[in-house]
T-cell receptor, first 113, second 113 residues
Framework: EPEVTQTPSHQVTQMGQEVILRCVPI?????FYWYRQILGQKVEFLVS????????KSEIFDDQFSVERPDGSNFTLKIRSTKLEDSAMYFC???????????FGQGTRLTVV | GNSVTQMEGPVTLSEEAFLTINCTYT??????LFWYVQYPGEGLQLLLK?????DKGSNKGFEATYRKETTSFHLEKGSVQVSDSAVYFC????????????FGTGTKLQVIP
C-alpha cells in the first residue's frame, strides 16, 4: 500500500541551527501539507502546497519556515534559526485530490537543544 | 473559523467495555469529518471518515455518524480491546478546495485487561 515516508525519524539540533525535514508523498498525490504536534498538544496545521506554491498557511508558519518541492518526489520543510519551542513532531501529509482525506507520514521528531 | 471540540481524557476502560468519545465541530458549509488514531510511538492513521450528513464511517469495530443537526461525530465501539489503547483525534476538513485538516485536542484511551 502506498505511504507517505518521512526522514529522519528523529532529529536533534542546536538552537539557532537550520534543519530540513524531508518527505516523500504518495506518488500520484497533488496536495502536500505539513503539520506539527508539540508534545501533549493538538496537531496544528502549518502549510499546504499545490502546483508548486503555497496555497494556505497558518499564523505559525512565519518567515522562519519555508517549503519546497525540489524535484518530482520530495517535499521539504526548512526551519531556519531553530528555537527551543520548535521542538515537536512534524507530520507530512498528502492527498490526491481536493475533497479526499490526507495520508500522513510517521512523523519526524525534532528536538532543539 | 473551523474548530473541533472533543471530550477530555484520559479515558480508562476495562477490556470489552463500551466506548464513546464525544466530538462536536464548528464549520461553515459541509465539512468532511474524520477520526484519526495515534498509537504509542507512531504517527497518525486515519481510522474512519464521513463526508456528508447521516453518513456512518466504520472501521475495526469503531463507528461514527455525521450528525449535522447536532454538529457531532461521536466515536463508538461496542467492545474495546487492550490493543485499542491510543490517542484518538476528531478532525474535519473544509470544503473550500484545500485539505487543511483541523484537529481536536485528542483523547487518550487506555484499556486495561
Amino acid at each position: 500500500e502506498p505511504e507517505v515516508t518521512q526522514t529522519p525519524s528523529h532529529q536533534v539540533t542546536q538552537m539557532g541551527q537550520e534543519v530540513i525535514l524531508r518527505c516523500v508523498p504518495i506518488s500520484n498525490h497533488l496536495y502536500f501539507y505539513w503539520y506539527r504536534q508539540i508534545l501533549g498538544q493538538k496537531v496544528e496545521f502549518l502549510v499546504s502546497f499545490y502546483n508548486n506554491e503555497i496555497s494556505e498557511k497558518s499564523e505559525i508558519f512565519d518567515d522562519q519556515f519555508s517549503v519546497e518541492r525540489p524535484d518530482g518526489s520530495n517535499f521539504t520543510l526548512k526551519i531556519r534559526s531553530t528555537k527551543l519551542e520548535d521542538s515537536a513532531m512534524y507530520f507530512c501529509a498528502s492527498s490526491e485530490v481536493t475533497g479526499d482525506e490526507a495520508f500522513f507520514g510517521q512523523g519526524t521528531r525534532l528536538t532543539v537543544v | 473559523g473551523n474548530s473541533v471540540t472533543q471530550m477530555e481524557g484520559p479515558v480508562t476502560l476495562s477490556e470489552e467495555a463500551f466506548l464513546t468519545i464525544n466530538c462536536t465541530y464548528t464549520a461553515t458549509g459541509y465539512p468532511s469529518l474524520f477520526w484519526y488514531v495515534q498509537y504509542p510511538g507512531e504517527g497518525l492513521q486515519l481510522l474512519l471518515k464521513a463526508t456528508k450528513a447521516d453518513d456512518k464511517g466504520s472501521n475495526k469495530g469503531f463507528e461514527a455518524t455525521y450528525r449535522k443537526e447536532t454538529t457531532s461525530f461521536h466515536l463508538e465501539k461496542g467492545s474495546v480491546q487492550v490493543s485499542d489503547s491510543a490517542v484518538y483525534f476528531c478532525a474535519l476538513s473544509d470544503e473550500r478546495g484545500y485539505q487543511k485538516v483541523t484537529f481536536g485536542t485528542g483523547t487518550k484511551l487506555q484499556v486495561i485487561p
